[in-house]
């Protein structure tokens, strides 16, 4: 069983009310901000196999965008910023993704995306974070998922492990830090469904106690347990 796939898309998205006319001082809205435009295109395989226990699938992808909408301080002794306009950007890049179900009671799933993304024309504000040439803010180069997910009669339980590359960030400041390192995080969870319509369960995030920054300048949370 093996299957094509093409897509082809344009998009167009409004700035928001806030990016528009927020009266804040520190995110000052701008009336003439343009509407934010992508073009994408993307195309892949996707393949079954093992008596259709598995599929893998391989996906290249093609994006474009005009007039993205993003953020830039304008004074650094009041911290005043406004929103504005980033000329022409593109991301572009392979996902592979691989499925399988050995048994009935357990799947599971990996993910490895690569992109590749760069200002293509700056936009009309100065900040070196969207120089042309620069990659796109936030987006890494390398990012990867595994799950693998188990169930039997009333139990479930899912183990989650997420990769994300070093991405290019900016503390907006012009204080030279101009991206973020990358991380592993583990997240297991489990439940119990009771007769009563009642299900007990429990969540613990960053199990490896990892630090990281999903932005930069705002740690993420160390390990965390929840259940209820």
Do not use: C
């Not at 003439?32 to 599929?55: A, I, M």
């Not at 997910?149 to 012009?174: E, I, K």
């Not at 009563?196 to 199990?207: C, D, G, I, S």
């Amino acid at each position: 069983a093996t299957k094509l796939k093409f897509n082809f898309g344009l998009g167009i998205k409004e700035p928001s009310l806030v990016e528009s006319f927020s009266p804040s001082p520190f995110f000052r809205g701008n009336p003439d901000l343009l509407p934010e435009r992508t073009r994408s295109f993307d195309f892949g395989v996707e393949q079954r196999f093992w008596y259709d226990r598995g599929k893998l699938e391989v996906n290249l992808f093609d994006n474009r965008f005009r007039d993205l909408i993003g953020f830039v301080t304008t004074d650094f002794v009041t911290f005043d910023g406004s929103f504005f306009n980033v000329g022409r950007a593109r991301a572009r890049g392979s996902e592979v993704i691989l499925e399988f179900a050995p048994a009935g009671w357990l799947r599971g799933r990996g993910s490895y995306t690569y992109l590749d993304s760069k200002v293509t024309q700056a936009g009309t504000v100065f900040d070196p974070v969207f120089e042309e040439g620069r990659p796109l803010l936030r987006r890494p180069k390398h990012s990867g998922a595994l799950e693998v997910f188990a169930q039997w009669r009333r139990l479930s339980a899912a183990s989650t492990t997420l990769f994300v590359g070093r991405r290019a960030d900016s503390d907006f400041s012009f204080l030279g830090f101009t991206s973020v390192d990358g991380y592993i995080r583990w997240d297991l969870s489990g439940s119990y469904r009771t007769t009563y319509r009642v299900t007990y369960f429990a969540t613990v995030e960053n199990l490896l106690n990892r630090d990281h920054m999903e932005v930069l300048g705002f740690p993420a949370l160390k390990r965390m347990f929840r259940a209820g």
